[in-house]
């Protein structure tokens, strides 16, 4: 019993940590979206799209895909008539980057600096866009979409709007909650039971492959199947219990921000005509390279600096 209980009190204290930041920020986002705010920016970034090989209406689902999640950029694109080509440029930008106000908010609890969130998901969307643009020939038929999401109907007052955003940051830190305290309670578990290390073996080859320790693995398979928020609300307990060292929680966010939950982000692009093999892939491959390249850059520094300080024999 006293493994259940320290698993209910781990997942609620995630859950309280997390929900501080999706809370206030959705419900922000979500009174700005039915201001002038939104269109001004789209307005400010319309003009930059002909750089990723997009329209400048392309500029509306890569706003809302970023300032609120895929699903509203999926919204966006669905609006609009894009090539397949088009349609799956945007589709890789926003798997890179999306969410990014809750998301980088998360991954800041964990440690990892704003700037390097933001370099790493911004760019790795930027890059990817415009080597998509200069080297694929091909998709230059009209996108057939398979559904569309039904429109919701805008709120008139302010005080709709106030309401819809309570309502929807509300029932973000829930959804949040039903996901997250099972899994602590799991995990708790699997720690209690022995069983922890046994997963973290099995997943050693993959961390190995990463650059970070064994004791990440649990955190780096949450995030690739549940999502950013998860992987950090597990991490924000490895890092204060299991001593993930500060090196290996930036490497498997950096990780995780590239890439994560996979097989949603994926799935929910199918409705959009556009082969999502080639997108599970960009993302996958790109997430271990970067994560790769920046342990051993890490690993070089380390270095350089140890032998900075290493005396010559005798002295």
Not at 15 to 21: N, Q
Not at 75 to 94: H, R
Not at 281 to 293: E, G, H, K, P, Y
Request: aromatic share 6%.
């Amino acid at each position: 019993m006293s493994t259940l209980r320290k698993g209910i009190r781990a997942g609620l204290n995630t859950t309280w940590t997390l929900g501080k930041i999706i809370f206030p920020i959705t419900l922000l986002v979500v009174i700005l979206q039915h201001t002038p705010v939104l269109p001004w920016i789209i307005d400010l970034v319309a003009p930059l799209m002909g750089i990723f090989g997009l329209p400048g209406e392309a500029a509306i689902p890569l706003v809302l895909g970023n300032a609120l999640n895929l699903y509203a950029g999926i919204a966006g694109i669905l609006s609009l008539e894009l090539t397949v080509k088009e349609v799956f440029i945007l589709a890789v930008m926003l798997s890179f980057s999306h969410n990014l106000f809750i998301e980088s908010g998360v991954a800041m609890r964990v440690g990892v600096k704003l700037w390097v969130i933001l370099v790493v998901r911004l760019g790795l969307a930027s890059i990817s866009a415009i080597l998509i643009n200069l080297f694929w020939k091909g998709g230059s038929e009209i996108a057939q979409y398979g559904m569309a999401p039904s429109p919701e109907a805008a709120p008139e007052t302010w005080g709709g709007i106030a309401l819809l955003g309570l309502e929807k940051a509300g029932f973000g830190v829930l959804q949040l909650a039903v996901i997250v305290i099972p899994l602590m309670v799991a995990i708790q578990f699997l720690k209690d039971g022995g069983w922890m290390q046994k997963l973290s073996a099995k997943l050693g080859p993959l961390t190995k492959l990463i650059g970070v320790q064994p004791n990440a693995g649990m955190t780096l398979a949450t995030g690739l199947v549940a999502g950013l928020a998860m992987g950090a609300g597990v991490m924000i307990q490895a890092v204060e219990e299991d001593g993930v060292s500060k090196k290996d929680a930036t490497l498997v966010l950096i990780f995780l921000v590239s890439c994560h939950a996979v097989i949603e982000d994926t799935l929910i692009f199918v409705p959009l005509g556009i082969p999502v093999w080639p997108l599970l892939l960009i993302r996958v491959v790109t997430a271990f390279v970067l994560t790769m390249a920046v342990a051993w850059a890490w690993k070089r520094a380390e270095l350089s600096k140890g032998k900075g300080v290493v005396l010559p024999h005798g002295q």
